[in-house]
């Protein structure tokens, strides 16, 4: 499915088939009824096309969350794709499934329409449908993209503060009845909490509840950190932005990325570095315990891209920057950062212990297997790295917050510098993930992996800041985070 959900399972569907029979002027009219309705305020029905009948029936196994139901519908209509299982409960968990707000277009054997997620914010999208002229119809096309609200949809509105607490109080106990939901948020004001709680179990098989004082795994928000203190060097005159990796570490393995990578780009993510994670990963994944054996792993690798030239995720370009500060400050890039952020935030609960430590109050995670709930440990690096994979408290994070914004961890012009866009066509900027230019100013960052999400949004100019973890899948957390960002009162 072409999509713009990004799921440990998916990937592109890659057939196309835009089908056409003689019927398809009779279902043209059709359509055309269905839309006429649509436009007039009356609620959309599917038509009784071959296309129409299969998407109705793709929706109704969708929302069922039935094995047997989904298997029925995967054999009649999609028996050519094993993993097809696995993409429609990744899609249901990703959206709660779908209301049908429009049909496009609509043929005998094709039908465009627009659903609304019935989860999260409720966005728009538009799923596309081509199907066999057969009997049972086959799908042979199925495709799936966000899209902007139509015109004249409802769009959430800004609440007062204490409707927003209640509102997005009742949206997280929603969440966590339906199992969507397990760990802690906290929305806080100039370091004061408007709100706070905590839902689910830390660890399942002993019943221990999640509360405040809870450590989640945080995946990725660790690159905030990790930006930081490679800012923190740059002022203090320890390194610079434009110095490539071959002046900061002579023996690099690779010729082209140490000679054209510079320090911008790995916090930017414009550097083409690439990844780390994949079947490599996995090989190696607990003899991965320092960051120099990742560069030992993976560093022999040339560029997927001139340096500069694209923006594109890179978790190696992270670790990378890691490597640097402990090279810059001779310490460890554990201790430089408790040292440097966590003691000056006044984090006391925060850190990146191997997982082979027992750390006090930190949860488990959990992922889907299908239908049940699996502990995420054996998918856990050794430790996290600068890369991402730490935990920490919704209390600490709020400190973090706090300490940005005073000024505490980096001077007012870095900051400025590390949150406005650093390339022309992303919402990324140094190691922080920043709003788009048609919202209120924020930074921050949002970390998943399987079995954990977690979120810090920053509004600077308000002085608030909106924390969300949970030791379950994406997007568990990220998308209450959005859910109250977009109703929140603004000032």
Known sequence: MNS???????????????????????????????????????????????????????????????????????????????????????????????????????????????????????????????????????????????????????????????????????????????????????????????????????????GIDNTLDTQFRIGSMNKMFTAVATLQLVERGKLSLEDTIGKLLPDYPNAQVASQVKVRHLLSHTGGTGDIFGPKFEAHRLELKTLQDY?????????????????EYSNYGFLLLGVLIEKVSGKSYYDFVA???????????????????????????????????????????????????GYTTAADLMKFAGALMSNQLLKAATLAEATRPQFPTGDYGFGFQIGGPDEARTYGHGGGAPGMNAMLRVYPESGQSVIVLCNLDSPSASRLGDWLHARMPLK
């Open 295 to 311: 560069v030992k792993l993976y560093g022999g690798r040339d560029l997927r891209f001139e340096p500069g030239t694209r923006w």
């Open 4 to 206: 713009s959900y990004s799921t440990r399972r998916w990937s592109p569907y890659g057939r196309c088939c835009a089908g056409r029979c003689p019927r398809g002027i009779f279902w043209l009219l059709v359509a055309a009824l269905s839309l006429g309705l649509a436009l007039a305020g009356a609620p959309p029905e599917l038509p009784s096309t071959p296309a129409g009948k299969v998407l109705a029936g793709y929706l109704d196994a969708l929302h069922s969350g039935n094995q047997d139901k989904l298997e029925a519908f995967i054999k009649a209509h999609r028996p050519d794709r094993p993993d097809a299982l696995d993409r429609m409960l990744d899609l249901r968990w990703n959206t709660g499934g779908f209301d049908l707000y429009s049909i496009e277009s609509s043929q005998a054997l094709n039908i465009q329409a627009v659903l609304r997620e019935r989860e999260g914010d409720g966005r728009y999208n538009r799923m596309s449908v081509t199907v066999s002229d057969g009997e049972p119809a086959v799908i042979t096309n199925i495709s799936l993209v966000v899209i902007p609200p139509p015109v004249g949809a409802p769009v959430p509105e800004r609440l007062t503060q204490p409707a927003a607490v209640a509102a997005w109080t009742a949206e997280i106990d929603k969440a966590a009845s339906n199992g969507k939901f397990s760990g802690v948020w906290l929305w806080a004001e100039n370091g004061e909490v408007i709100t706070s709680g905590a839902r689910g179990k830390a660890d399942r098989e002993t």
């Open 339 to 389: 040292e440097n952020i966590y003691q000056v935030a006044g984090m006391t609960n925060s850190g990146s212990a191997p997982e082979s430590v027992t750390v006090a109050n930190r949860s488990k995670g959990y992922l889907r297997d299908r239908f049940a709930m699996v502990s995420n440990e054996p998918m856990l690096p050794w430790r996290g790295t600068s890369a991402g994979g």
